[in-house]
């Protein structure tokens, strides 16, 4: 039974995750029973709960409050916007009404200017959210919120109406954002530095996983009776293996950087994050490099007994790199795992794990342990092995003749290739090995520094506002660099080149990708919510609620075409799954208030579950969870308000086995909608993302290997200097060769996933060469 809870990711900390996931929608649609609470938000108050849902409370600490932040702050510019749209309504409604005529009635110019101001939100926050992807969102809760607020800006008459109505829009989000907040903190916590230091212990299983692949691939490929659908079997394995190791520090490096945001007292420092983080990526260079084994085709081509002893060290190396790496993997586990029994241990750790893990322990102490004086024993038989056999090798003269060459022999039993590839596997594994034993030397130390440290306090208002800089805009170093490079123009030395180039960048910004996206979302939206601004569907427009359907327009757009039509199928069901659960939700109890909000929290829960188990999909749950929402919300605030008082601002009432199929039909058009206009006129496609993404990966690649001839430059000509020294030249350039290597090894995940979605492209004409970008992917990775 336990087992099949674990295959279906029902463990203790999911089933956790999910009751607090569905905790503050389920508080939000409670307390709205109440008509104190009715009273003051109004026909708004199921925005509470979609508020609650798109804050994603469960993000970790430092993640979860820049959420907020973010979110509070876009949500107050929107309500700003949305004033100022009603004020210039409102106006141009008094300057062209005739004299002594009402103000209320249909106003074209008033429809048009409220048009003008949605047109600009739409595009501003869509070229924003393409242009900082991290920030999707926020970017879509300033959307929903704007179009809400601008779809009646037609139909106020007054400055009062205008402000009555923000004020129940604003009240709405930052009560859900209180509630999220509330429960996001509260209930289980959950910080960056705690989701990284888990992450470290799955990647290091990653990596044992990965080592074991390599060392079966390696088994395979020293048999010479091997089939060879088993090596190409051990060969896929390995691939796969190595993508998750690269995808994983991918995401690790990015978790780094908000759990060193975090503020937190007695807890490992931003020095000790650091150290870790570089001492598991110094573990994954050796083990991409090993990767390369199944390119060998000489590893025992020759049966003379040096060859063979020299096959039978490479295979101890390999079961040394396991048991080294297997040793790190386990202590790290034990070091950061804090339980609240034993002191913090998860269990009452044996006597020679305390030994092993004492901070204060001394240099000559782990010289002379047990572990060490193995590792001493097979290093020195390691080298007295390879002297003596790379002596005899050396002197001998390959075996490669003219009748080989023209038997297309060449090299088949050439004693320097086989003994080159021992000796490249030979480096990689001590180099694993030495990985390992500074990665169990620093976390059995502590990295050298108190776990109580300077860096876990508040820095100061300086350094906050540049790293608050940093984090927002993560690209603006870059650019400025750049603009400096500019071929065409020189840097601006006068106050009017400063201007010009100001208006340059202005304008490059307005063509830019993302501003061509922005204007996209902006025709799509518009192609339904012009009928809110004609006068022939005005009433239509609101009274059957197509503002929903419209709001599901720029949340589903995607920047490319190959992920809108992936996701459309998905978002369909999603939504059609949403009304299904809602039939259930609400007719399992008949309608009772009580019941069905106890099973809108077991719905909840359905929903966080999935989204726990496929976060990719974070947008169908998006859509299905507040689409749920808009149908068993709007029923429960019916019945606390009465039916008059939900159709005062022109809505018509349905009943929920109406209202369900109807919410179904808005949200489905928006999506057709949506993917109309990501295809049409041009789609962009995946094929131009993924080709500039490998020419970029190319280009780095050039740059790894320039990189990496200058480190080998500075060793034969002993010009590395102290490596402890950050101001030594082996230092330097040992920096900047990591630098360029993890940017590579994350445009590597991003070109995977691309590469995926062109298979569900349209294709006019030929068809896409996927295998030939595949082969250049997996060339780059190798």
Known sequence: MKGALQRWGLTPRNLKMMFKGALPSTIATAMYQSPAVASVYGNFGFLITVASILSLHLLPRARFIQNVALATFLTGCSA????????????????????????????????????IFLCFVVWLVSSLRAAYPQYTIPFLICTILSMVGLSFGPEVYSQSNSLALVKQLLLSYLTGFGLSAAVGLLVFPRTCRSVFLEGSQNYLSLCQNLLRAQS???????????SPERKERNLKTVQISSSLAISTVSQLTEELTFAKMELAFGNNSKLYLDGLML???????????????????????????????LSKLSSCSFGR????????????????????????????????????????????????????????????????????????????????????????????QNPMRMLHQHLYL?????????????LERFTSTGGGTSSISQDTTPVSSHRFWKLLHQRVFPNTGRDENKAHSDPEHLPPATAFEKIGDFLRSMFRSITSDS??????????????????????????FITYRLVWAMVMIPISMSPTSGNAIYGFVGRAFGVALAMVLAYINWYIVDGHATGVIVFFFLCMMLYYYFLLRFPRYIVIF????????????????????????????????????????????????????????????????????????????LSLLSEYCGSVSVTLEQRM??????????????????????????????????????????????????????????????????
């Open 622 to 697: 998006i859509l299905a969870a507040v689409n749920h929402v808009l149908i068993i919300g709007y029923e429960l605030q019916v019945g606390v308000n009465g039916v008059k008082k939900a159709t005062v601002s022109g809505q018509r009432y349905f009943a929920l086995h109406t209202l369900a199929p109807y919410r179904l039909f808005c949200v489905l058009a928006g999506l057709f909608v949506a993917l109309f206009w990501t295809i049409f006129p041009v789609q962009i496609s995946e094929h131009g993302i993924l080709r500039n993404k490998v020419s970029r990966s």
């Open 426 to 438: 030979q480096n990689l594994l001590n180099a694993i090995s030495r990985a390992t034993e500074d």
């Open 80 to 115: 700003a916007v949305i004033l100022l749209a009603h004020f210039v309504g409102l106006k141009a409604r008094e300057h062209t009404t005739p004299s002594g005529d009402s103000l209320h009635g249909y106003n074209a110019s008033a429809s048009v200017f409220v048009a």
């Open 216 to 226: 079966e691939l390696f088994e395979s490929s020293m048999s010479p009776t091997e």
């Open 515 to 540: 501003s061509s996206f922005g204007f996209r979302v902006v025709f799509a939206t518009m192609s339904i919510g012009i009928l809110g601004f004609l006068k022939q569907t005005q009433q239509f």
């Open 321 to 412: 790199a396991k048991s080294d790496l297997r040793q790190a993997s386990e202590q790290l586990e034990v070091l950061l795992t804090p339980k609240k029994s034993f002191g913090g241990w998860s269990n009452p750790p044996s006597r020679t794990t305390q030994n092993t893990l004492k901070p204060d322990t001394t240099t000559e102490d782990r010289k002379s342990s047990p572990d060490r004086q193995s590792k001493n024993t097979f290093e020195g038989y390691r080298s007295i092995t390879l002297q003596g056999l790379i002596l005899p090798i050396k002197d001998e003269k390959a075996v490669t003749t003219q009748d080989d060459e023209n038997d297309g022999h060449v090299g088949a």
């Open 279 to 309: 001492s598991l990526q110094a573990l994954l260079i050796p083990l991409l490099g090993l990767s390369k084994i199944g390119a060998f085709d000489h590893l025992n081509s020759d049966p003379r007994p040096e060859m063979t002893k």
């Open 717 to 782: 000509n002993r010009t590395e200097g102290d490596l402890q020294l950050p101001t030594s030249a082996g230092r330097k350039s040992k920096a900047a060769r990591y630098a360029i290597l993890f940017e590579e090894l994350s445009l590597l995940a991003e070109m995977r996933v691309h590469s995926e979605m062109t298979r569900y492209e349209f294709s006019v004409g030929g068809k896409f060469p996927k295998y030939e970008y595949d082969r250049i992917i997996n060339g780059v990775q190798e």
